[in-house]
């Protein structure tokens, strides 16, 4: 049960195609967003999609991954951690972002040509 933790599964489409970042020694960061949707009928007998936007984050040779193969609409799975960020903009507003970092990734849409 130690596994399920902090745990977050997720398939959907990529929003846009992935921002790559270089650190020294090549290490890279990997930031890109998916998009969920989920189908159903309203009161009225009306088809409704709602999609929900997750903030993805990968590091290290899943950023490799990242940026060689996955662009803007490509379907995917992963698995990963919630983690939790805050920063003050140039305003000086306190501002909070949640966002997913990747362990496992799978690429499940069709290939591409």
């Known amino acids: 049960m130690k596994s399920l933790r ?4 997720l398939m959907g489409n990529l ?3 992935p921002e790559i970042k270089e650190f020294g ?3 890279k960061l990997a930031k890109f967003s998916l998009a969920t949707s989920e189908t159903y009928r309203n ?3 009306e088809q409704v ?3 929900q936007w997750h903030n993805l984050v990968a590091w290290g040779k899943t950023a490799e991954i990242v940026e060689r193969y996955l662009t803007k609409g490509q379907e995917i799975s992963i698995e ?3 983690t939790n960020r805050s920063w003050d903009d140039k305003d ?3 501002r909070f972002m949640t966002e997913i970092v990747i362990n496992e ?3 499940t849409g069709k290939k591409s040509a």
């Not at 902090?6 to 599964?9: A, D, F, I, L, T």
């Open 105 to 107: 990734l799978m690429m």
């Open 25 to 27: 020694k090549g290490k």
């Open 15 to 17: 929003g846009g195609d």
């Open 6 to 9: 902090n745990s977050v599964r």
């Open 43 to 45: 009161s009225e007998g």
């Open 80 to 82: 990963g951690k919630l």
């Open 49 to 51: 999609t709602e999609t």
């Open 92 to 94: 000086g507003t306190k």
